[in-house]
């Protein structure tokens, strides 16, 4: 991985630019350029071909001034200690930026999980929560689902957690199926918080999102929902999206339920009829209202940024956007929503799900909803406010550094009454 796309250097440089700007404490400044605790363990894993697999993986805490630390386990074959880190950075300040009452952790395991079966998939899960027990709980650090991780593997973690402790904690994760008490509306929440941003972003752009063409991403959770809910909410048409393997482009509208069928019984969206084949690169450049990354990180960079078309770039992804890019898009005019914002609605029904399980009463998907749209509407209204408060000052910051200066300044003022500097 080079420097310049290293995710931990980056989240360092968003957060020192946003320090800049705000004018940010030097100690609090210090503390928070480091997570408090990293992890690193080694797991064992009998394979279906009779070997042992030592499987590597983390869980770092970033900060938890506000709360337990918060935020998703991802498998991955490129994970790294740095990806983790950066990762539960964002993941303090879109708690932070969300006002929900935690602090920021990341979890994840170098592993492929398309070659391995369900078995060693659960093997590898539950020797995962052994191995860092001590660290995780409802009160301490709380994981949920995140990259190639599902709610059956935030059942059978839950599942081992409770029979080291001797008795059933559900909200020691999130993300959980219904049957374990996950919560209503929690497995498409990433994308329908994601859709109630765009909803705000359009109307402040004066753009028509019932005649809009949108380009998707990445054939994950938050990307499938996203295809599905910016037609279902807003009657916007989906020309492009892609997967690990390339794109489609259908200028006339794509139909999620062939590609679903592509993806499932060929592998990938590309093996769909009717639709003209184009690369991961070239879906970010098409010639759209929105572009929706929501894949992996690093998308959107200095190489790219300045052939994006884009009126709206929504980040359900984390970090799709590196920093060389921000400078570029914002003098193009391209309004670029933040992850930490945009994606925050994943975290949110976590935390509701976590509220549930704690409380052991239970919410309908109505009433999730209505707390999701009315919490991210207004992170969305603050870092509209806090972008006019700097431009009145004749400063001209990116929606990113708005967002940053508010999640920042609540987690220093938490350590600060704390007495932490
Ligand atoms: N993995 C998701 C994220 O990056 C959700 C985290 C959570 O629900 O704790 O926001």
């Known amino acids: ?11 360092q440089e968003q957060l020192d630019k946003a320090a800049e700007v705000m004018k940010l404490d030097k100690h609090a400044h210090e503390i928070l350029r480091e997570p408090m605790q990293e992890v690193a ?47 539960s950075a964002w993941m303090t300040w879109k708690c932070s930026l969300a006002n929900v009452p935690y602090g920021g952790a990341k979890g994840g395991i170098i592993c492929d999980t398309k070659s391995m079966n369900d078995v060693e998939i659960e093997a590898l899960s539950r020797g995962y929560i052994r191995a860092i027990n001590k660290f995780i709980g409802p009160q301490i650090d709380v994981p949920a689902p995140d990259v190639y991780t599902t709610p059956q593997i935030m059942a059978w973690m839950m599942d081992e957690f409770s029979k080291i402790q001797g008795h059933n904690e559900f909200g020691v994760i999130t993300g959980k199926p219904l049957e ?16 109630y941003v765009l909803r705000e972003a359009a109307k402040m752009q004066k753009i028509d999102l019932k005649n809009a063409k949108i380009a998707v991403q990445g054939f994950g ?3 499938t929902f996203a295809f599905t809910l910016a037609k279902e909410m807003f009657g916007s048409k989906v020309v492009a999206i892609s997967d690990s393997n390339g794109g489609v482009y259908n200028p006339k509208g794509l139909d999620f339920e062939k590609l679903r069928e592509a993806k499932e019984k060929k592998g990938s969206v590309q093996d769909a009829k009717d639709v003209e084949k184009i690369s991961n690169e070239e879906l970010l450049e098409l010639d759209v209202d929105v572009l929706i990354p929501a894949a992996i990180e690093n998308q959107v960079t200095k190489r790219n940024a300045d052939k994006i078309n884009a009126k ?47 409380a052991g009463y239970y919410w309908e998907a109505q009433e999730v909803y209505a707390k999701l749209d009315k919490i991210i509407t207004k992170s969305f209204n603050d870092v509209i406010a806090t972008r006019k408060a700097y431009a009145d000052k004749k400063m001209k910051i990116a929606p990113r550094t708005a967002a940053y200066i508010i999640a920042v300044d609540r987690v220093a003022k938490a350590m600060k009454a704390r007495g932490w500097y």
């Open 41 to 87: 363990v080694h797991m064992p894993v009998k394979m279906r071909d009779g070997n042992t697999k030592v499987f590597n993986g983390f869980r770092v805490l970033y900060n938890n001034a506000r709360g337990p630390g918060k935020g998703g386990i991802r498998f991955h074959p490129q994970e790294s200690i740095d990806t983790v880190r950066a990762l």
């Open 312 to 358: 709206i770039l929504l980040e359900l992804a984390n970090g799709p956007v590196t920093p060389d890019a921000d400078d570029i898009l914002m003098e193009r005019g391209v309004l670029d929503m933040p992850d930490f914002l945009v994606n925050s609605g994943g975290v949110t029904v976590s935390y509701f799900e976590w509220v549930q399980n704690i």
């Open 221 to 223: 959770n938050a990307g």
């Open 1 to 11: 991985m080079s420097e310049e796309l290293n995710p931990f250097k980056i989240a």
């Open 180 to 195: 374990v008490w996950g919560s209503e509306g929690r497995g498409d929440a990433t994308a329908t918080g994601g859709m």
